[in-house]
Protein backbone atom coordinates (compact mmCIF):
# COMPACT_ATOMS: atom_id res chain seq x y z
CA UNK A 1 0.00 0.00 0.00
CA UNK A 2 0.69 3.82 -0.36
CA UNK A 3 3.67 5.09 2.75
CA UNK A 4 3.13 8.60 3.47
CA UNK A 5 6.30 9.92 5.75
CA UNK A 6 7.06 12.82 7.06
CA UNK A 7 10.11 14.75 8.50
CA UNK A 8 11.60 15.54 10.55
CA UNK A 9 10.05 13.43 13.30
CA UNK A 10 10.56 15.93 15.84
CA UNK A 11 11.67 19.80 16.24
CA UNK A 12 12.21 22.33 18.35
CA UNK A 13 12.26 25.70 17.34
CA UNK A 14 13.13 28.97 19.52
CA UNK A 15 9.94 31.76 18.99
CA UNK A 16 10.23 33.56 15.93
CA UNK A 17 12.18 30.89 13.72
CA UNK A 18 10.72 29.78 10.52
CA UNK A 19 10.46 25.68 9.79
CA UNK A 20 10.26 23.64 6.67
CA UNK A 21 8.04 20.24 7.11
CA UNK A 22 8.13 17.61 4.66
CA UNK A 23 5.42 14.82 3.18
CA UNK A 24 6.75 12.15 1.07
CA UNK A 25 4.28 9.90 -0.52
CA UNK A 26 4.80 6.62 -2.25
CA UNK A 27 1.96 6.35 -5.14
CA UNK A 28 -0.85 9.13 -6.90
CA UNK A 29 -2.92 10.42 -4.42
CA UNK A 30 -6.20 12.90 -5.46
CA UNK A 31 -5.52 15.35 -3.22
CA UNK A 32 -3.91 16.23 -0.09
CA UNK A 33 -4.32 17.86 3.66
CA UNK A 34 -2.36 19.12 6.59
CA UNK A 35 -3.28 19.11 9.63
CA UNK A 36 -2.62 20.88 13.31
CA UNK A 37 -3.53 18.43 15.80
CA UNK A 38 -3.26 21.02 19.04
CA UNK A 39 -2.30 19.49 22.47
CA UNK A 40 -6.34 18.73 23.00
CA UNK A 41 -6.31 16.45 20.24
CA UNK A 42 -8.47 18.29 17.59
CA UNK A 43 -7.17 17.81 14.26
CA UNK A 44 -7.36 21.43 12.53
CA UNK A 45 -7.55 21.98 8.85
CA UNK A 46 -4.82 24.18 7.43
CA UNK A 47 -4.54 23.34 3.91
CA UNK A 48 -6.12 21.41 1.08
CA UNK A 49 -3.43 21.47 -1.75
CA UNK A 50 -3.66 18.43 -3.71
CA UNK A 51 -1.08 20.67 -6.40
CA UNK A 52 0.57 24.11 -6.25
CA UNK A 53 1.02 26.39 -3.47
CA UNK A 54 -1.39 28.48 -0.97
CA UNK A 55 -0.99 30.33 1.83
CA UNK A 56 -3.01 31.72 4.78
CA UNK A 57 -0.61 33.86 7.20
CA UNK A 58 2.45 32.80 8.46
CA UNK A 59 1.60 29.59 7.12
CA UNK A 60 1.71 28.33 3.03
CA UNK A 61 2.03 25.15 1.52
CA UNK A 62 3.54 23.46 -1.58
CA UNK A 63 2.43 20.30 -3.23
CA UNK A 64 4.29 18.66 -6.27
CA UNK A 65 2.42 16.06 -6.91
CA UNK A 66 4.39 14.83 -9.97
CA UNK A 67 7.07 14.03 -7.62
CA UNK A 68 5.11 13.18 -4.49
CA UNK A 69 6.07 15.52 -1.81
CA UNK A 70 4.24 18.05 0.04
CA UNK A 71 5.93 21.32 2.09
CA UNK A 72 4.90 23.53 4.69
CA UNK A 73 6.45 26.31 5.79
CA UNK A 74 5.96 27.60 9.44
CA UNK A 75 7.83 31.26 9.39
CA UNK A 76 7.74 33.32 12.75
CA UNK A 77 6.49 30.80 14.58
CA UNK A 78 4.92 31.47 17.83
CA UNK A 79 4.21 29.27 20.86
CA UNK A 80 0.91 28.05 20.04
CA UNK A 81 1.85 26.32 16.72
CA UNK A 82 3.21 23.62 18.98
CA UNK A 83 1.95 20.21 18.12
CA UNK A 84 1.66 17.66 15.91
CA UNK A 85 1.43 18.59 12.24
CA UNK A 86 0.04 15.71 10.17
CA UNK A 87 -0.27 15.20 6.36
CA UNK A 88 -3.11 12.84 5.03
CA UNK A 89 -3.33 11.66 1.56
CA UNK A 90 -6.67 10.75 -1.12
CA UNK A 91 -6.14 7.51 -2.61
CA UNK A 92 -7.35 7.83 -6.33
CA UNK A 93 -10.59 5.96 -7.04
CA UNK A 94 -11.21 5.39 -3.50
CA UNK A 95 -13.22 7.20 -0.81
CA UNK A 96 -10.00 6.26 1.79
CA UNK A 97 -7.42 9.01 3.21
CA UNK A 98 -4.15 7.48 4.42
CA UNK A 99 -2.24 9.85 7.22
CA UNK A 100 1.55 10.29 7.72
CA UNK A 101 3.87 9.42 10.81
CA UNK A 102 3.56 13.21 11.66
CA UNK A 103 5.93 16.16 12.96
CA UNK A 104 6.15 16.92 16.40
CA UNK A 105 6.51 20.51 16.73
CA UNK A 106 7.52 22.66 20.04
CA UNK A 107 7.91 26.07 20.20
CA UNK A 108 9.57 27.96 23.03
CA UNK A 109 9.25 31.32 24.47
CA UNK B 1 -22.11 25.58 8.29
CA UNK B 2 -21.08 22.44 8.98
CA UNK B 3 -20.45 21.06 12.36
CA UNK B 4 -19.73 17.51 13.81
CA UNK B 5 -20.05 15.96 17.06
CA UNK B 6 -18.96 13.28 19.22
CA UNK B 7 -19.96 12.11 22.29
CA UNK B 8 -18.61 11.34 24.95
CA UNK B 9 -15.04 13.31 25.53
CA UNK B 10 -13.56 10.93 27.42
CA UNK B 11 -14.85 7.56 28.78
CA UNK B 12 -13.29 4.98 31.38
CA UNK B 13 -14.47 1.93 30.57
CA UNK B 14 -13.72 -2.19 32.09
CA UNK B 15 -12.50 -4.83 30.29
CA UNK B 16 -15.06 -6.93 28.78
CA UNK B 17 -17.42 -3.88 28.86
CA UNK B 18 -19.32 -2.81 25.81
CA UNK B 19 -18.89 0.24 23.73
CA UNK B 20 -21.02 2.73 22.29
CA UNK B 21 -19.60 6.36 20.56
CA UNK B 22 -21.62 8.38 18.80
CA UNK B 23 -20.91 10.59 15.91
CA UNK B 24 -23.36 13.09 14.15
CA UNK B 25 -23.10 16.05 11.42
CA UNK B 26 -25.12 19.11 10.85
CA UNK B 27 -25.40 21.32 7.87
CA UNK B 28 -24.71 18.87 5.43
CA UNK B 29 -26.35 15.86 3.47
CA UNK B 30 -24.93 12.48 2.41
CA UNK B 31 -21.75 12.97 3.88
CA UNK B 32 -18.44 9.93 3.66
CA UNK B 33 -18.21 9.30 7.16
CA UNK B 34 -15.20 7.72 8.99
CA UNK B 35 -13.51 6.34 12.39
CA UNK B 36 -10.03 6.64 13.13
CA UNK B 37 -8.31 5.52 16.02
CA UNK B 38 -5.29 7.55 17.72
CA UNK B 39 -3.04 5.45 20.05
CA UNK B 40 -0.96 7.59 22.34
CA UNK B 41 2.04 8.97 20.94
CA UNK B 42 0.91 7.60 17.27
CA UNK B 43 -0.76 8.66 14.04
CA UNK B 44 -4.29 8.12 13.36
CA UNK B 45 -5.42 4.97 11.82
CA UNK B 46 -8.45 4.35 9.52
CA UNK B 47 -11.06 1.90 10.67
CA UNK B 48 -14.12 2.58 8.97
CA UNK B 49 -15.55 4.76 6.57
CA UNK B 50 -19.25 4.62 5.17
CA UNK B 51 -20.43 6.45 1.94
CA UNK B 52 -24.47 5.44 2.93
CA UNK B 53 -26.78 4.51 5.00
CA UNK B 54 -26.48 0.88 6.35
CA UNK B 55 -23.13 1.13 4.24
CA UNK B 56 -19.98 0.05 6.15
CA UNK B 57 -16.23 -0.53 4.78
CA UNK B 58 -13.85 -2.08 7.37
CA UNK B 59 -10.53 -1.15 6.61
CA UNK B 60 -8.90 -3.35 10.11
CA UNK B 61 -10.19 -6.77 11.29
CA UNK B 62 -10.33 -6.02 15.13
CA UNK B 63 -12.59 -5.62 18.18
CA UNK B 64 -15.15 -3.07 16.90
CA UNK B 65 -17.95 -2.52 14.39
CA UNK B 66 -18.99 0.07 13.00
CA UNK B 67 -23.30 1.29 12.15
CA UNK B 68 -24.92 3.80 10.24
CA UNK B 69 -28.32 4.47 11.00
CA UNK B 70 -29.31 7.82 9.89
CA UNK B 71 -27.85 9.25 6.65
CA UNK B 72 -25.88 11.80 9.32
CA UNK B 73 -25.30 9.41 12.39
CA UNK B 74 -22.27 6.92 12.78
CA UNK B 75 -21.52 4.89 15.40
CA UNK B 76 -18.69 2.76 16.75
CA UNK B 77 -19.31 -0.46 18.78
CA UNK B 78 -17.90 -3.07 20.76
CA UNK B 79 -19.32 -5.81 22.32
CA UNK B 80 -16.17 -6.70 24.49
CA UNK B 81 -13.51 -3.98 24.90
CA UNK B 82 -9.86 -5.28 25.20
CA UNK B 83 -6.94 -3.34 27.13
CA UNK B 84 -5.73 -2.78 22.68
CA UNK B 85 -9.10 -0.96 22.38
CA UNK B 86 -7.68 2.02 24.09
CA UNK B 87 -7.15 5.32 22.48
CA UNK B 88 -8.64 8.20 20.93
CA UNK B 89 -11.75 8.00 18.24
CA UNK B 90 -11.71 10.69 15.77
CA UNK B 91 -14.68 11.18 13.79
CA UNK B 92 -14.82 12.88 10.42
CA UNK B 93 -16.87 13.66 7.61
CA UNK B 94 -16.36 14.68 3.88
CA UNK B 95 -18.34 15.58 1.50
CA UNK B 96 -19.52 13.21 -1.31
CA UNK B 97 -19.56 13.82 -5.35
CA UNK B 98 -17.17 15.68 -7.16
CA UNK B 99 -13.30 14.73 -6.16
CA UNK B 100 -13.24 18.38 -5.56
CA UNK B 101 -14.87 18.24 -2.39
CA UNK B 102 -12.50 15.52 -0.53
CA UNK B 103 -11.72 17.89 1.94
CA UNK B 104 -12.11 16.04 5.33
CA UNK B 105 -13.29 16.87 8.81
CA UNK B 106 -13.16 16.05 12.16
CA UNK B 107 -14.92 15.99 15.45
CA UNK B 108 -13.43 16.65 18.88
CA UNK B 109 -12.92 13.03 19.53
CA UNK B 110 -13.36 10.34 22.29
CA UNK B 111 -10.56 9.30 24.35
CA UNK B 112 -11.42 5.80 25.76
CA UNK B 113 -8.93 4.25 28.65
CA UNK B 114 -9.87 0.43 28.79
CA UNK B 115 -8.33 -0.35 32.50
Known amino acids: GIQVEQSPPDLILQEGANSTLRCNFS?????LQWFHQNPWGQLINLFY???GTKQNGRLSATTVATERYSLLYISSSQTTDSGVYFC???????????FGTGTRLKVLA | SQTIHQWPATLVQPVGSPLSLECTVE??????LYWYRQAAGRGLQLLFY??????ISSEVPQNLSASRPQDRQFILSSKKLLLSDSGFYLC??????????????FGPGTRLTVL
Open chain 2, 92 to 105: AWSARGSSSYNEQF
Open chain 1, 27 to 31: DSVNN
Open chain 1, 49 to 51: IPS
Open chain 1, 88 to 98: AVHLSGTYKYI
Open chain 2, 27 to 32: GTSNPN
Open chain 2, 50 to 55: SVGIGQ
